[in-house]
């Protein structure tokens, strides 16, 4: 009875969203943009409301001993606020994808085809901590014409219904479908699984989050879904490198916000270098706090006393905190195999002055963002002049790397004819 | 016992092929259309060969009374032979997309950010009947980089046999990988079942195919699927139509190819000009031997003992043979009402000279190709000017509409630095 209940209210939220779904994705981009700065100026308007309920989240996550990344992850400040907001900004300035035509073709028979950039439809996000989610993906699907249901984490709950409730009141304002957007508030885990079979009503979901997370809504989805695995991220130091621009690359990489999917977790270094660059380098990583786990190799150059064996395990683990595991490699063809092996196909950089090997890197590295000479941290919607992102695709299929506005668009082809028939 | 060895088999198909994918997708653009001109010529060389073995299929299939719809899908003659041969020459002309740039950004802290297209990685294709699917599909896997697992159905096997190893010959006299293709020879269902779990090793699933098969495929699959559902292609008749023009599209969309996805099932008519317009069009489908099944006012119209009337069911059905349900509208609107309950989000066409009209249909009416003023038959790679197609995606997610090059390939983030560090 309760089943048949809950399957009701889910089915009845689905055909809702599909509904209002369509008259989004006909909305014109002057109100959508007004919708958008309506609601970071509400943000900052009530933004001492949404800290408040970001205490009650985080108070429980003390208590329930949550790992320190998570509550990193968790915690709000005025500051962070206010730069959700500055984000819905930027996307209300972001050129509006929906109608845009891709390509145009003129056919011999006359027949012109327009392939024409237009909205996804319903979307589900699925996801865990960060709270900033809740109105970096409101703003994103409202900019690109998606009607959004958001599934946020228990962990988060409160700052996420206050945060919604805020980006709700001013998009109803603003004359667009209240049904647009939707948060569930109930965080029974059942609700997860009669979400995803609606695969007639929810056109894509997008779990992020950690990795059973994902892996369990990809195993129960009838729905398209767009993976945001981890990060277990590179840098390659070659041996053509300039070594001091390499520190500040991997330090930065590392160090700079460990606990995102961006941040480096290994470091590979070419061995005819390794002696010259690992030392002062460890020890600067070791002065702020960063654990090494390296190679028998790098143990024996670094000196053993100072640093763990990395084990097995190490070389595919996202640590997601100041942990570093570092390897010695021969060649950049070596550390081209060991990301092909170990990697999660997200963001690899090489630091080289050597044109031969950057290109060699950058082509057979399969990841979605591969760097020369640039810290992997700069793998972000923002970063990449998307405005926001909703989060960072690890898979090949639809969008890779950091999803913005386009990402978020589909399209169909229109084709005017003038009586044209197949022959 | 025999399960183990299979799993075994099948994994380490998969993992020669994914290894074959990353040498494929490095591949020159020479090489590859080398091979795809010696495959053209090795089919028209063996034509006669590959004619004696579809009679072995269709034999087969006459003998178990395969309904005449897909007796035709599977029928090969030297003109669709040669239709093979001349689609992989077209491939080979068509420019490489692997490499492109497909957009190219310097951001304000000088880093050179490119989007380029990549390969997919690996394709499993689950196919039924038309033996074409074959060759198309190793021609544009190839040209795209892309390694392919095929998975034909029962009833083509010997036509699918002959031509994949044509095309396995030139390709391995061309010197590309050998395990770049593959054809599973055994019918047993339960490999589908062994490959659809493969999801570390294949990147894509495209079904093409009957419904149930399709259905069967995305809900076992740990892999992504792009589908290809049915088409229930309507025609809209509106009241500013050129109404000779009308009939000739009308005509054409249900009649020149009725066995396949892109014809019209259903014909919506504007009841201002029902009256003027259905008598003479009916009876030429008539004549043509297209039984008609139409709602209880076109029945008015045309004189009830000549049609039949349409069930709720009808509205939904792909008859895929001689058989059109008729509807009146209202307006406009109506039509594209009854389009988004029971369409299939394939091929719509409105005809009218009204400009306003034409573009609320393109606008509103959600499916991979709408058309004004032309025959829904047009929804097809070769006609698009893409060669070929891997098959018409009914999907939002990836790819839309007739899958050509560009739609087989991802993308990755190339990012140029010279030190850039995030702060």
Same mark, same amino acid.
């Given at each position: 009875?309760?089943?048949?209940?809950?399957?009701?209210?889910?089915?009845?939220?689905?055909?809702?969203?599909?509904?209002?779904?369509?008259?989004?994705?006909?909305?014109?981009?002057?109100? =959508?943009?007004?919708?958008?700065?309506?609601?970071?100026?509400?943000?900052?308007?009530?933004?001492? $409301?949404?800290? %408040?309920?970001?205490?009650?989240?985080?108070?429980?996550?003390? =208590?329930?001993?949550?790992?320190?990344?998570?509550?990193?992850?968790?915690?709000?400040?005025?500051?962070?606020?206010?730069?959700?907001?500055?984000?819905?900004?930027?996307?209300?300035?972001?050129?509006?994808?929906?109608?845009?035509?891709?390509?145009?073709?003129? $056919?011999?028979?006359?027949?012109?085809?327009?392939?024409? %950039?237009?909205?996804?439809?319903?979307?589900?996000?699925?996801?865990?901590?960060?709270? /900033?989610?809740?109105?970096? +993906?409101?703003?994103?699907?409202?900019?690109?014409?998606?009607?959004?249901?958001?599934?946020? *984490?228990?962990?988060?709950?409160?700052?996420?219904?206050?945060?919604? !409730?805020?980006?709700?009141?001013?998009?109803?304002?603003?004359?667009?479908?209240?049904?647009?957007?939707?948060?569930?508030?109930?965080?029974?885990? =059942?609700?997860?699984?009669?979400?995803?079979?609606?695969?007639?009503?929810?056109?894509?979901?997008?779990?992020?989050?950690?990795?059973?997370?994902? $892996?369990?809504?990809?195993?129960?989805? $009838?729905?398209?879904?767009?993976?945001?695995?981890?990060?277990?991220?590179?840098?390659?130091?070659?041996?053509?490198?300039?070594?001091?621009?390499?520190?500040?690359?991997?330090? !930065?990489? =590392?160090?700079? %916000?460990?606990?995102?999917?961006?941040?480096?977790?290994?470091?590979?270094?070419?061995?005819?270098?390794?002696?010259?660059?690992?030392?002062?380098?460890?020890?600067?990583?070791?002065?702020?706090?960063?654990?090494?786990? *390296?190679?028998?190799?790098?143990?024996?150059?670094?000196?053993?006393?100072?640093?763990?064996?990395?084990?097995? /395990?190490?070389?595919?683990?996202?640590?997601?905190?100041?942990?570093?595991?570092?390897?010695?490699?021969?060649?950049?063809?070596?550390?081209?195999?060991?990301?092909?092996?170990?990697?999660? +196909?997200?963001?690899?950089?090489?630091?080289?002055? /050597?044109?031969?090997?950057?290109?060699?890197?950058? !082509? #057979?590295?399969?990841?979605?963002?591969?760097?020369? !000479?640039?810290?992997?941290?700069?793998?972000?919607? *923002?970063?990449?002049?998307?405005?926001? #992102?909703?989060?960072?695709?690890?898979?090949?299929?639809?969008?890779?790397?950091?999803?913005?506005?386009?990402?978020?668009?589909?399209?169909?082809?229109?084709?005017?004819?003038?009586?044209?028939?197949?022959?």
């Amino acid at each position: 009875m309760k089943n048949l209940k809950l399957k009701f209210k889910i089915k009845n939220l689905c055909e809702r969203t599909k509904k209002a779904s369509r008259i989004l994705a006909l909305a014109g981009t002057g109100a =959508k943009n007004r919708a958008l700065v309506a609601m970071g100026k509400g943000l900052v308007r009530n933004a001492s $409301r949404i800290l %408040r309920e970001n205490d009650k989240d985080l108070n429980l996550a003390r =208590k329930s001993e949550l790992p320190p990344a998570m509550i990193e992850r968790l915690t709000l400040n005025a500051s962070r606020v206010a730069s959700m907001a500055e984000s819905l900004f930027d996307i209300a300035k972001l050129k509006d994808p929906v109608g845009e035509a891709i390509e145009t073709t003129k $056919r011999p028979n006359g027949l012109l085809i327009k392939k024409v %950039r237009v909205p996804i439809g319903v979307i589900l996000v699925i996801y865990e901590s960060r709270p /900033n989610v809740t109105s970096d +993906c409101v703003g994103l699907c409202l900019k690109s014409g998606n009607a959004l249901i958001l599934r946020g *984490g228990s962990e988060a709950i409160n700052s996420n219904i206050a945060i919604f !409730n805020v980006l709700h009141k001013e998009l109803i304002s603003s004359g667009l479908p209240a049904d647009a957007i939707s948060i569930i508030k109930d965080t029974d885990r =059942k609700i997860v699984g009669r979400l995803l079979v609606e695969s007639a009503l929810i056109d894509l979901v997008i779990p992020r989050g950690g990795e059973s997370l994902i $892996r369990e809504v990809s195993a129960k989805s $009838r729905i398209p879904v767009i993976k945001h695995y981890k990060g277990v991220c590179h840098t390659y130091v070659d041996e053509f490198a300039d070594l001091e621009m390499a520190e500040e690359i991997c330090f !930065n990489a =590392k160090v700079q %916000r460990p606990g995102v999917c961006n941040a480096m977790e290994s470091m590979l270094v070419n061995r005819r270098i390794a002696k010259k660059f690992l030392p002062g380098m460890i020890r600067r990583f070791r002065a702020a706090g960063v654990e090494i786990r *390296g190679s028998a190799e790098v143990k024996r150059i670094v000196g053993g006393a100072a640093i763990a064996l990395a084990t097995e /395990n190490d070389w595919y683990t996202e640590y997601l905190g100041l942990i570093l595991s570092v390897k010695a490699v021969k060649d950049v063809d070596e550390a081209i195999g060991h990301i092909t092996k170990y990697g999660s +196909c997200h963001s690899d950089a090489i630091v080289t002055e /050597n044109r031969r090997n950057a290109e060699k890197f950058l !082509n #057979e590295v399969d990841s979605a963002c591969v760097y020369v !000479n640039a810290s992997t941290r700069f793998t972000d919607g *923002g970063e990449f002049g998307k405005g926001a #992102e909703m989060g960072v695709s690890t898979d090949k299929i639809h969008a890779r790397g950091p999803m913005g506005l386009e990402e978020l668009c589909s399209y169909k082809y229109v084709i005017y004819g003038k009586g044209q028939i197949r022959r």
